[in-house]
T-cell receptor
Framework: NAGVTQTPKFQVLKTGQSMTLQCAQDMNHEYMSWYRQDPGMGLRLIHYSVGAGITDQGEVPNGYNVSRSTTEDFPLRLLSAAPSQTSVYFC????????????FGEGSWLTVV | DQQVKQNSPSLSVQEGRISILNCDYTNSMFDYFLWYKKYPAEGPTFLISISSIKDKNEDGRFTVFLNKSAKHLSLHIVPSQPGDSAVYFCAASTGTASKLTFGTGTRLQVTL
């Protein structure tokens, strides 16, 4: 996928643990976002950012924090992991202008036990 | 409230035939629509898009049709190839594509 890198690809957490999913893009895109994909639910927006220093909530933000200190990076933090956060997480980015394509990373598989 | 619906969870088509994937939406403010293709263990990849000012957009074997009055769009793949076997997501946005609303996906299997 075009220039969006996510780490780690797989992670198992215990309930109550915290962790950060990393996302970096090298395309100088202003917009970055995080989605989660659950069976039968499609992809749902967690948080997004329209530029460095600016973030906003998406459809399912509870239990997650984000920050955007640089254009390139957009980490997603799970403050106290819960089994309901077991999911596949996708980071995405795009440049400005309505209608531009969103590029997705390859995904991070998270299991909370 | 599912604003973007893909009512067919799966579709099987023979190689060489046409695949038609459907998508319905309820939010009349949506003005940009995209189709993404997803293979297992990979991120979604952009396939084709259409603005609400158009009713058709074509790119090679892929054509998307938009019927605004019916709040319906469809993706046609002609001819279908085995490599097209994947999950296809329909997505919609209002104004900017930074906040996409996705459907639940349709798994397409192209058989030999």
């Amino acid at each position: 996928n075009a220039g969006v890198t996510q780490t780690p690809k797989f992670q198992v957490l215990k309930t109550g643990q915290s962790m950060t999913l990393q996302c970096a893009q090298d395309m100088n895109h202003e917009y970055m976002s995080w989605y989660r994909q659950d069976p039968g639910m499609g992809l749902r927006l967690i948080h997004y950012s329209v530029g460095a220093g600016i973030t906003d909530q998406g459809e399912v933000p509870n239990g997650y924090n984000v920050s955007r200190s640089t254009t390139e990076d957009f980490p997603l933090r799970l403050l106290s992991a819960a089994p309901s956060q077991t999911s596949v997480y996708f980071c995405a980015s795009r440049t400005t202008g309505a209608g531009n394509t969103i590029y997705f990373g390859e995904g991070s598989w998270l299991t909370v036990v | 409230d599912q604003q973007v619906k893909q009512n067919s969870p799966s579709l099987s088509v023979q190689e060489g035939r046409i695949s038609i994937l459907n998508c319905d939406y309820t939010n009349s403010m949506f003005d940009y629509f995209l189709w993404y293709k997803k293979y297992p263990a990979e991120g979604p990849t952009f396939l084709i898009s259409i603005s609400s000012i158009k009713d058709k957009n074509e790119d090679g074997r892929f054509t998307v049709f938009l019927n605004k009055s019916a709040k319906h769009l469809s993706l046609h793949i002609v001819p279908s190839q085995p490599g097209d076997s994947a999950v296809y997501f329909c997505a919609a946005s209002t104004g900017t594509a930074s906040k996409l609303t996705f459907g639940t996906g349709t798994r397409l299997q192209v058989t030999l």
